[in-house]
């Protein structure tokens, strides 16, 4: 109640004001009635009321609250001085809103990412389980169902085990919808309540469903249920058909649940789904294993006890050369963030650093300030103004401006936010962001922090208390406050090196980034198109049919206007790894045991060398009559040649292979090509590539050259392949270009981001070192104009005022050289190509930061050597 | 009551003007004139209310929740904030009655103690 009466003081004032008034009248009226003239009557009422204006002081210091009172006499002094330097007020309210948005931002993404725990059941007992490749090179390999089946039998340590896969399905379009391409999940039917999780409507599968005789049941995420469904409930027990086969929709999830990511829209039982010998399979390693460990048990504990069963099988079946070698296990939820990491806390380090160089400024402004107010202060504790008081201004003019500067901040933020979200749909838990109270909180508290700091370091430097000295310095005696500027010196050689870092770190980023984009693919990406198909397994069940399809699809596509070149492949260069399979040189002898040779396994269709531009080197392409059983050729590429052929020639060679599962089959080695690249930011790797008109392949990336802009041939495309067959989806409509882009989005995110805020602190740290070296000249007005009148030269002048502004920046120079290196060394992960010391970063940095060190000092130096002498004495 | 000097306002008589304020009330709504004109009168004019002490203490008790009050029109037509008791005053005019009650009589025994 009493505080609140504090805010309502003035409504009560007038109110009391009003009924005093009403009060008055009224004895005025009773006078009249007594037979007294009106205005006498008025004099008498006055008379017996007495003071009017002490009975509202009394109510109104009633009211008041003291330390509220003061703190809010405090604030409207400090609002009025504020709004006398308005230039000052605006720059200081912008640099810290720049500061606490950038960190703001970042603070809520990491938060959101890594630092909120999964919103699974129990993620402290959450483990990933994964196989170590035969050959030792990977330690964390995918894990195959025979042995996930052996662990899930054998293991102790764990309650539950669950195992999933990924797979793409075609939704089957109908009722005016378009046949769409979804990305789905198989998993075992416990993954649910391994995880913790329910469905949000409908029931999660059972072991019943999960069992290749099963009926096949499906479960929708949220996503797909409200899109594609309208969010009707009633889709539960019905039937949807995806790769053409009716699945019934047995459950939608919760809109929070993204598992293993974004993509996922689906989920079907994976013993339903895949074939039961991949899933007895002990070499062919296709699944993820999620492990919830029972109470008590350790996940090291958990991965010993993996390990030991996967050399024993190992040792059990010496025939089967791809089998895996001990397992690891790792926290289910660094294996969501995995990646994520260390991008997001160098970014939060850069923001920290811009935040720390926006509140140094915001000091060095206020220094600046209460030096030129030194003499007002000093009168005003000469009149008795205590200490305290003072200070206390000071400390809240600083908090003022960064409240202000957070509120903008926060503004700024949440619209950095949304862009984020935006552009970074790949990223892992991007659906997690939101500004919360947590982050509300946070803002707050470094708004309070940054202003708390910059007025408590403002003040520590005006609280030397001499009063006499501040008034007789400003008696024109000698050029004053040079202990304040030794701070502010201090402060700026700090902001320099700050900026330093942070350019390094971009300078670094930037370059590997830019020599990630120059890097060969191995193909020609300007101007071509591709897109993806995949053809259902229900309408296309003989390779005749799916052989026919491509063929078919190929000769129209080729006939189309604007179309140059067309081809068909399964994976495109950057599309990423894509498979691969073990190798057998049948003409070779036999390996050592343990050693093995594998490549990346590809299809293609004939003419699709030339249209993507991989250069053809020795031999011949697919030949039209080798399809179906008699397409028993390989192209291989040449890194493959050089590393399991070299010095022979690799023409006629056979390599024997188990290409879709069926057994190992000899093929015999027609043509070699140029190597591409699978992955952008790795190097080729031994790739071989069987004719697509095997008639196995139900997957396909259809790649067109165009005399003209690519895109614009999409549409007649996509027509041309409805008209083929109207329930096929076509998915990743992408330009070569487009596909690079998309493999390069991490690099260019840092990159960009990071430069961004170096380029900030770097205005930042110009404008400061510009505004001391003003400040200074300012000061010495007086000094300079003594030396000048006793015969100093201009240019000395000039020499001297510039290196009293290039000092600090000098010596913040090396200090932030000394820093970038150990950034640099620290960021080393996310360069490419590039050495963390790479030279012409680093001097280009220096460079950069010397020129623009020179050209903030240039004109207050330049000032103060056109000084005229007489002028600069006269102005005390 | 006249008020004796400025700084004793605060002091005894002052819980006592709350009082007499709140049994004025127990009779019903009253705007700050009649509740002065009625004191006095009913002390027959031996307590002169001090205009200046009234509206504040009006406020003070209202704040407390012992009191609310209304803008409405005074007997001959003119606006007026009235004051009506809440059941918290009622419970409060109870507690200080009692109290006065004792504190009479303790003085009472005191003079006569006294005066013997």
């Known amino acids: 109640m009493s505080i609140l009466r504090f805010f309502r003081r003035r409504a009560e004032d007038t109110d009391l004001a009003n009924e005093i008034e009403a009060h008055i009248a009224q004895e005025i009226d009773e006078n009249i009635a007594r037979g007294v003239s009106s205005e006498e009557a008025r004099r008498r009422a006055y008379i017996k009321f007495g003071s009017r204006s002490n009975v509202r002081e009394d109510l109104w210091e009633w009211n008041s609250v003291k330390p509220l009172a003061n703190m809010f006499r405090d604030l409207r002094y400090v609002a009025r001085t504020l709004r006398r330097a308005p230039g000052f007020t605006l720059a200081v309210i912008l640099v810290m809103a720049l500061g606490i948005g950038a960190n703001t931002a970042l603070f809520t993404i990491v938060r959101s990412v890594l630092l909120k725990p999964l919103p699974f059941g129990d993620a402290k007992r959450l483990v990933m389980l994964y196989e170590v490749t035969g050959d030792g090179k990977y330690p964390y390999n995918v894990v195959a169902g025979g042995i996930f089946a052996a662990w899930q039998k054998e293991a102790q340590s764990f309650e539950q085990m669950a195992i999933w896969g990924g797979n793409g399905y075609t939704l089957s379009g109908g009722e005016g919808q378009l046949p769409e391409q979804l990305q789905g999940t198989l998993c075992s039917w416990n993954l649910f309540p391994v995880l913790g999780v329910q469905p949000a409507l409908g029931r999660g599968f059972e072991a019943s469903d999960d069992r290749p005789n099963a009926n096949a049941t499906v479960i929708l995420s949220w996503g797909l249920w409200k899109r594609r469904f309208g969010s009707d409930s009633a889709i539960i027990g019905k039937s949807i058909h995806l790769d053409a086969k009716a699945y019934a929709v047995i459950g939608v999830m919760p809109s929070w649940f993204v598992y293993p990511d974004a993509d996922t829209q689906l989920w079907t039982a994976i013993y339903h789904d895949v074939p039961l010998q991949v899933m007895k399979d002990l070499d062919n390693h296709n699944f993820l294993v999620v492990g919830f460990l029972k109470p008590g048990a350790t996940m090291a504990q958990g991965a010993k006890e993996a390990d030991t069963i996967v050399k024993r099988i190992r040792d059990q079946y010496p025939l089967l050369a791809a089998i895996g070698k001990g397992a690891n296990a790792r926290w289910l939820f660094d294996d969501v963030v995995g990646d994520y990491r260390t991008p997001l806390y160098v970014l939060l380090a850069a923001t920290g650093c811009v935040l720390l160089i926006a509140c140094l400024n915001v000091a060095n402004l206020l220094v600046a300030r209460s030096a030129a107010r030194r003499k007002e202060l000093a009168i005003r504790s000469a009149l008795g103004g205590s200490r305290w008081r003072l200070i206390r201004e000071q400390v809240m003019e600083s908090l003022v401006l960064s409240a202000v500067g957070g509120a903008v901040g926060l503004a700024l933020a949440s619209a950095a936010l949304e862009w984020v979200i935006r552009t970074r749909q790949d990223m892992a838990r991007v659906d997690t962001i939101h500004v919360d109270t947590v982050v509300l909180l946070f803002a707050v508290g470094i708004t309070l922090l940054g202003g708390a700091f910059a007025g408590a370091v403002s003040t520590f430097s005006s609280g030397d208390g001499q009063v006499l000295n501040a008034l007789r310095e400003s008696s024109r005696t000698h050029s004053g406050g040079q202990g304040k500027a030794r701070l502010r010196k201090v402060l700026l050689s700090v902001e320099v090196g700050l900026t330093v870092v942070l350019l390094i770190a971009a300078g670094l980023l930037l370059k590997s980034y830019k020599t990630l984009r120059s890097v060969d693919l191995g193909c020609i990406t300007q101007n071509v198109l591709t897109m993806h198909l995949a053809l259902p397994d229900a309408r296309y069940q003989t390779p005749v049919q799916k052989a026919a399809f491509f063929e078919r699809l190929i000769r129209e596509a080729r006939h189309l206007p604007g179309v140059q070149k067309a081809g068909l492949v399964t994976v495109l260069p950057g599309e990423g790894h894509g498979g691969d399979n073990l190798i057998t040189i049948i003409e070779h002898p036999p390996l050592p045991k343990g050693d093995m040779q594998y490549a990346a396994r590809r299809a293609a269709e004939p003419g699709y060398f030339e249209a993507i531009g991989i250069p053809l080197l020795h031999g011949r392409t697919f030949l039209e009559g080798e399809r179906l059983e008699r397409a028993t050729s390989v192209i291989v590429s040449d890194l493959f040649a050089r590393r399991f052929l070299p010095g022979e020639d690799p023409i006629g060679k056979h390599v024997r292979v188990n290409v879709d599962g069926t057994g190992q089959k000899d093929y015999a080695i027609v043509g070699i090509v140029g190597d591409s690249r699978s992955t952008i930011s790795r190097p080729p790797e031994p790739m071989m590539y069987f004719p697509l008109y095997k008639g196995v392949f139900e997957r396909a990336a259809l790649t067109v050259r165009s005399s003209q802009d690519a895109i614009t041939i999409a549409l007649p495309i996509q027509k041309l392949i409805a008209q083929i067959d109207e329930d096929l989806a076509v998915f990743h409509v992408l330009t070569m270009e487009q596909v690079v882009g998309r493999s390069t989005t991490d690099a260019s995110f840092n990159a960009e981001l990071t430069l961004a805020f170096a380029v900030l602190s770097l205005v930042l740290a110009s404008v400061g070192l510009y505004g001391v070296l003003s400040y200074l000249v300012a000061q010495r007005t007086n000094e300079i104009g003594v030396r000048m009148a006793l015969g100093a030269q201009r240019g000395e002048v000039l020499r001297l005022t510039l290196a009293d502004g290039l000092r600090p920046a000098g010596l913040g120079l090396v200090l932030g050289l000394a820093g970038g290196a150990v950034a640099a060394k620290m960021i080393r992960d996310l360069l490419y190509g590039i050495q963390p010391l790479d030279v012409s970063v680093f001097v280009g940095v220096a460079a950069l930061l010397l020129g623009v060190a020179i050209l903030a000092c240039v004109l207050p130096a330049w000032r103060a050597s056109r000084l005229d002498p007489v002028q600069a004495l006269r102005v005390e | ?116």
């Open chain 2, 1 to 116: 009551m006249k008020q004796r000097r400025q700084t004793d306002k605060q002091d005894m008589l002052q819980g006592t003007l709350d009082m007499l304020i709140l049994r004025t009330l127990a009779a019903g709504p009253a705007h700050g004139h009649t509740i002065a004109n009625v004191i006095e009168r009913t002390s027959e004019e031996v307590l002169q209310v001090e205009q200046g002490s009234l509206y504040p203490a009006l406020h003070r008790l209202e704040d407390k929740g012992w009191l609310v009050s209304h803008w409405g029109t005074s007997e001959n037509n003119r606006k007026a904030k009235f004051y009506k008791l809440t059941a918290a005053g009622r419970k409060r005019l109870t507690t200080e009655r009692s109290r006065w009650r004792q504190m009479v009589a303790a003085i009472g025994r005191v003079m006569k103690e006294a005066a013997e």
